[in-house]
């Protein structure tokens, strides 16, 4: 790496990389780990030092994982405010020390520059950093230019032009984590994956949950599933407002907490409220136009097959691209651009069959592949496997867990065997769902898996009866 002297203190330095990575998502940390273990001299800008290690790990997917399982330990008598409390001093311990792992994967091999910062292109494979404070890194007024870009900035959520979303009581998933005082009401705006797991976490917590959906809960997805995913937070005690438009939020005539007002229904009262209704690409503000890299109408950076942009030797990794959000897309992103800059560029976006996904709500709900309407409609001649899990008799484990709750459908392609899509909703179901999504890559059929030999007890042997039924 080369750098010039700081001759004027307002004129930025200028560094130059072999590889510039804007953002610490997932796909982008790895690889700038794997060029730099290849000799590469590579930059990471990250303007959060809170965020070293991503969205994920920070304030996304493991805490509130940690949170869900927390919650989950709660038992009847135990006070909620506390119990938040210490879950959250847990949350932060943990998050604490990822976060400086992460840190030190990069910062301590020579080739990489950590530089703290906001970065915005000012040019083709250029940008300039406006420094942020309380990092590690280098933090100073920086342009930065790369033989290689990765643009790995992540999303940020989609807070609605709703009267009162400004409202202090009004959270998002970031804030909601650390919500003071615990909110004894929750409303969600939103019921898809967010609004979800935030439902069920709270709800083990103790409040008491509403969640406002636009539509119905799993709009789309299998009706046996649907139907038992509603039973079961139905049963929980959260409060479905299904069908539902959320338009005003403001403090309520009681003088305690707020009200959301709701289309054509009764308002909500809560003490909090959490707004779940997507999350956009981070894109504004980061110069884009300057570098020739072109967005489509959601703000997403448009990439090929490659994960290339518009522009010649900028790539775009992970939820800035669109399309569905997962870490392990953004994780799968690195490999084709590895493969695009040091391999035989074979790697493509299309290679990926058979993603599965899990929504941690208690018991998890698991999905991958299509669903049987989707199966007809492609024109698939399809048989069908569906169980109660209380009443699969060979799968022991959710009744030693003391969880027999759920449901879970296969569907088959009757003419070859081969499995379409599946929804486990069960205890241990995000780990089975990869098992069954392997299947589905590697052309396993639903026989051998009827016939698997599995670990009992364990979630996996449902397989042999559930499978059974496809005679
Ligand atoms: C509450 C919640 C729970 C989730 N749970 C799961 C889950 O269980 N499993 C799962 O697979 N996915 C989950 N997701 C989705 C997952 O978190 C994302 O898909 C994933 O983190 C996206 O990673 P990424 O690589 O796109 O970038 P990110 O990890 O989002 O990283 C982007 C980084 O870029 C930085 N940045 C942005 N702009 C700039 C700039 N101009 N200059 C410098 N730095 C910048 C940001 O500060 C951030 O650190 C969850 C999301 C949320 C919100
Ligand atoms: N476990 C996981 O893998 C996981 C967990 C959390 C989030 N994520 C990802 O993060 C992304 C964002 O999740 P999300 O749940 O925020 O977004 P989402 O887009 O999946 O769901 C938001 C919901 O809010 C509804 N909505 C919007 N405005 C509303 C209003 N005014 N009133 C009522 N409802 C309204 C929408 O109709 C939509 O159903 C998703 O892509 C998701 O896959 C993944």
Redesign the pocket.
Known sequence: MTSAPNTVSEQPRHLTADVLV???????KTFAGAMAGQGKTVVM????AL?YG???INI??VP??ALVHEAARRREGDDPREFFTEAVQFRDTLIGKLNDVNLHMLLDQDAVTVVDG???FVGPREVEVTPSAGGQGVAEHLRISAETVVI????VPVMPPLEGIDHPRVYD?TTIQHADPFPRRLAIIGGGP?GL?FASMFRDFGAEVTVIARGEILAGDEPEVRDSVVKVLTEEGIILRTDASAESIADAESGEGVVVRIADQDPVQADAVLVATG?KP?TED?GLDAAGVETDEQGAVVVDEQVRTTSEGVFA????HGGQ????L?LDDHRVVLSAVTGDGARRVSDRVAVPATT?ITPPLSTVGITEAQAREAGHSVKTAVAQVEKIKAMPRPKTLRDARGVIKIVVDADTDLLLGARLFHVDSQEVINLLALAMRAGVTATQLRDGIWTHPSSTEALNEVLGQLG
């Open positions: 804007i953002g610490w998502g997932k796909g982008g800008v990250e303007q959060d965020l991503g969205t994920c996304a997917c509130t994982k906001r970065a915005r790995n900035t992540g999303a998933s967010i797991e999350r981070a980061l990794l992970g939820d800035v959000q997962q870490t392990y953004s941690f």
